[in-house]
């Protein structure tokens, strides 16, 4: 993938589930195996994370002159891959069901492999 599709790719994504996060958090909490009616800051916490979100998508959707993407891109790779890891010692720990923590950690793998592929500079990418 190249790094400009990457980088649309990872924002739209980041965008759908921060608005999600923030409209919809009791539902979202429950996707992400997380039961809003044993944990009353189940709410709170995925509008968190839903903020985060919208905020990492932000420059992307809304660019400034000068910006670098493919630098801002690589400061969220390590971002998705604690995600990754998060959610993948949540579910051997019992702290999620697997039913949560493997598509959460899939998604996080795969926000960390397209975060890796917009942080390319695309003069140095080789056309295909």
Same mark, same amino acid.
């Given at each position: 993938?190249?790094?400009?599709?990457?980088?649309?790719t990872l924002a739209q994504c980041r965008l759908a589930v921060g608005i999600a996060a923030l409209?919809?958090?009791r539902i979202?909490?429950?996707?992400f195996g997380v039961d809003p009616a044993t944990n009353p800051a &189940?709410?709170?916490l995925t509008?968190?994370?839903? &903020?985060?979100e919208i905020y990492? &998508?932000?420059?992307f959707l809304m660019p400034a002159p000068g910006l670098d993407e493919a630098e801002l891109s690589s400061r969220a790779v390590?971002?998705?891959?604690?995600?990754?890891?998060a959610s993948l010692v949540a579910?051997?720990?019992?702290?999620?069901?697997?039913?949560?923590a493997i598509p959460a950690t899939a998604i996080a793998v795969v926000g960390t492999w397209l975060g890796s592929q917009a942080a390319q500079n695309e003069k140095l990418v080789r056309p295909t």
């Open positions: 993938m190249d790094p400009i599709s990457a980088r649309r409209v919809a958090p979202t909490a429950r996707f &189940a709410p709170y509008r968190m994370f839903g &903020a985060r990492m &998508a932000a420059p390590p971002v998705d891959a604690a995600d990754a890891a579910g051997l720990r019992g702290y999620l069901p697997w039913r949560a």
